[in-house]
């Protein structure tokens, strides 16, 4: 469909990426992974055209519709949130615009009517008369109540206008989709909705994601940017941390093998070089450690551009067993009521997730139970001994731009020794040098990193974090898993991070437009029994909607087996070709026809040959699996 030729980004001294060559094709969706700053956002941003690369080039069919997830907000603020949609096709819009221009001018010219007639013909031929129905189909389908589709943007919270956004992406159906953490700001329900629409997307799809679960429900192959390089991973997320694995342990086979070789061999040059009969051989050994050591660059181990912190949140004291109970909180906003009728406790150690769709008050709820606002009706009481520390969705209200991170950092106490905040900092990946960096001059991640910081330093027994992995890469994610793991206090959570909701999460309370739904047990068995009644609610209203419930669950699990089929396809693809790669390697060794006897040979060969057909087979019939999938689904 499109490729990148010899492309390269370098910042200063700083190599993003070099020399990239790689081929993206129809019906195939791929994750860009990577650390904060490898240069995920970069890349995408040289395919959008929006920036150039040093060298290199991107090709892509002049024809080709590409779809860009624009996050500015500012721009449509005061436009009608179906309007917005429609102007995804802008050639449609500006023909919209005119016909309602000349329409409301009354009286027309001859030429005017002529131009009716070819807007007419136009809006026809690009489905015009549908338009709305299909942008208000989008709009359902990601949450936005039919009754606001006449509202203006600027009216709805910020994980809704990203809602919004992203419909107008999707209206234009295009052949190429790049999207930058689609996912920031959806709530859960909204993430599962986006998977099934892309994974149904027929064409090309390159996202970038800190969601680990979202990229391996949509994506068939993985780019990591590592090591300053690109490569590619047929697979999903899972397999390709799989893959980067097995690479290291057979790099590391291979320079030991290497390694073996090369002491053998100075062995042998150490002992009969000095003797006349052996000098030529020596000789020869020596020019073979040589080529061994150029062998051994090939398999050279480099550093990860990867870093990951260390969250360790101790407790000073203990709370009592009721750590927090709550009585028929309410909540509104003038007319538009957040939180009716919240009352549940909260038991010491318990680590509780508070779920549900966007504007139905979670974090509203929060800043109740941290004091940053009242509630309208109800009451809630904290258990003895208990101390609670905050890290909300907006934390960078909480920094001080001006103050030196240190600085701000023993704002949390001034008996705190200086060497134990230095120590937390560099547990959150800031060296010395850092230390006295301006607060105002840190990425999202770095902040949210520096928080946590203050946090651990912080006397508390319960932590309440509101959307915390938002800014965080996958590294820091999953040590933040680890340290609440390993965390011996209460917590209290909103996330829209399915993973790290089922790894950390034991109860979920989920706010209801009345109450909530109070589920003992974790995120995955949530959705199991709770999935059903949200998806008749907010499933689009399609053919496939409306089949049976049985139906409906018998054909889901017909195309997660035929998925799981190809992935598995993929995976022995992957494999035939590393053993085929692996007897290249044998093959090319120096003086190998040389010395192996013939049988020898002869059987590396007939193996060659029966990998080869092997991986054609699969070949084939990964082809027709994936054929079958792209026709049913």
Known sequence: MFSTDKLTMIYGDRVLFQDVTLHFHARRRYGLVGANGAGKTTFLKILKGKQPPTSGIVQIPKDAKVGILDQDYFRFGNKKILDIVLMGDNELWKALEKKEKLLKKGEMT????????????????????????????????????PKRHEDKLNTLSGGYKLRVLLSQVLYIEPEILLLDEPTNYLDIFSIRWLERYLCDYPG???????????????????????????????????????????????K????????????????FIDRFKAKASKARQASARERMIEKLE????????????????????????????QALTMKNIDKAFGEHSVLKGISFEVLKQEKIAIVGPNGMGKSTLLEILTDHLEADQGSYRWGPHTKWSYFPQDFHRTLSDELTLYDWLTGVSKEIPEQKVRQT????????QDIHKKVRSLSGGEAARLVFA???????????????????????????????KEYEGTLIIVSHNRYFISEVANRIIEILPIGINDFNGGYEEFVEKHEKDYLDQ???????????????????????????????????????????????????????????????????????????????KILNQWEDKQEEFDSRY
């Open 110 to 145: 001859s030429s005017e009517i002529e131009s009716l007639s070819e807007i007419e013909e136009l809006i026809t031929r690009k489905g015009g008369y549908r338009a709305e129905s299909r942008a208000a189909q989008l709009l359902s389908g990601l949450g936005i109540d």
């Open 204 to 250: 090309t799809l390159i996202l970038s994601s800190h969601d680990r679960f979202f990229l391996n429900q949509v994506c068939q192959e993985i780019i990591d940017i590592d090591y300053g390089e690109m490569r590619r991973y047929v697979g999903n997320f899972d397999h390709f941390l799989d893959e980067k694995k097995k690479e290291v342990v057979f």
């Open 252 to 267: 590391e086979a291979q320079l030991e093998s290497l390694a073996k070789r090369k002491k053998d061999m100075q062995r």
């Open 294 to 321: 150029e062998e051994e660059m090939g398999y050279q181990i480099f550093p990860s551009s990867r870093q990951y912190p260390h969250f360790h949140f101790p407790i000073h004291r203990p709370s009592g067993r």
């Open 425 to 432: 900092l560099g547990k959150m990946l800031f060296d010395e």
């Open 454 to 484: 203050r946090i651990m330093l912080s006397d508390q027994n319960i932590l309440i974090l509101d959307e915390p992995t938002n800014h965080l890469d996958m590294e820091s994610v999953d040590a933040l898993v680890k340290g609440l």
């Open 538 to 616: 907010v499933s689009i209203k399609s053919e496939k909607g409306k089949k049976k419930i049985s139906e409906r669950k018998e054909e889901r699990k017909e195309r997660n087996r035929l998925k799981r089929e190809i992935e598995n396809l993929e995976r022995e693809i992957e494999r035939s070709e590393k053993e085929i790669e692996e007897i290249h390697l044998i093959l090319s060794a120096p003086n190998f026809y040389d010395e192996t006897p013939p049988n020898k040979l002869q059987e590396i060969l007939n193996q060659k040959d029966r990998l080869e057909k092997h991986r054609e």
